[in-house]
T-cell receptor, first 112, second 113 residues
Framework: GENVEQHPSTLSVQEGDSAVIKCTYSDSASNYFPWYKQELGKGPQLIIDIRSNVGEKKDQRIAVTLNKTAKHFSLHITETQPEDSAVYFCAARFRSGYALNFGKGTSLLVTP | DSGVTQTPKHLITATGQRVTLRCSPRSGDLSVYWYQQSLDQGLQFLIQYYNGEERAKGNILERFSAQQFPDLHSELNLSSLELGDSALYFC????????????FGSGTRLTVV
């Protein structure tokens, strides 16, 4: 089936450290990979995305890398801050449809 | 404010009942997507509408149905409710048919008692 696997499910880091969340996908024809951040009581918010013709994209402290051969992509957050604490979801758009398939989420806790 | 409006924010109802969740997409967006979020299943895609027509179907139960109206707002109808239907229901919208640049609403929390 069309799956997105996300690891780890929980991640705790100290303020100032880096955090890395990894996802793998099953459909080699997938072409769009966004990351969402969900804070308590809110809907998921798009924080960065990457398309299959690009290997890396960066936006200030956030970066996403894509390895099409291995079918995995990762979110990197540097210099983490307590306000980065949230649940992060990766997603992929599969060839067979128009919608996004989401991973099960990573709960990130940044401790001061 | 994301620009995607969902009502109501909270809904408590009994098993066997029927409810309607409403979503107004961001101005200019033609696609609406419905997702169910539960603790153990994450974000599950239910259904997509584009400019009034159904475009894609995910893991939507037969007891659930949706539609998109000419003014582009969408409604998700849930009937014969079961305890297991308790979840957060999110609506998202995007400009085109493809799933680029989804914007989510703040969700409707449904509790079935």
């Amino acid at each position: 089936g069309e799956n997105v696997e996300q690891h780890p499910s929980t991640l705790s880091v100290q303020e100032g450290d880096s955090a890395v969340i990894k996802c793998t996908y099953s459909d080699s024809a997938s072409n769009y990979f966004p990351w969402y951040k969900q804070e308590l009581g809110k809907g998921p918010q798009l924080i960065i995305d990457i398309r299959s013709n690009v290997g890396e994209k960066k936006d200030q402290r956030i970066a996403v890398t894509l390895n099409k051969t291995a079918k995995h992509f990762s979110l990197h957050i540097t210099e983490t801050q307590p306000e980065d604490s949230a649940v992060y979801f990766c997603a992929a758009r599969f060839r067979s449809g128009y919608a996004l398939n989401f991973g099960k989420g990573t709960s990130l806790l940044v401790t001061p | 404010d994301s620009g995607v409006t969902q009502t109501p924010k909270h809904l408590i109802t009994a098993t066997g009942q029927r409810v309607t969740l409403r979503c107004s997409p961001r101005s200019g967006d033609l696609s609406v997507y419905w997702y169910q979020q539960s603790l153990d299943q994450g974000l599950q895609f239910l259904i997509q509408y584009y400019n009034g027509e159904e475009r894609a179907k995910g893991n939507i139960l037969e007891r659930f149905s949706a539609q998109q109206f000419p003014d582009l707002h969408s409604e998700l109808n849930l009937s014969s409710l079961e305890l297991g239907d308790s979840a957060l229901y999110f609506c998202a919208s995007s400009e085109g048919q493809g799933a680029y640049g989804y914007t989510f609403g703040s969700g409707t929390r449904l509790t079935v008692v």
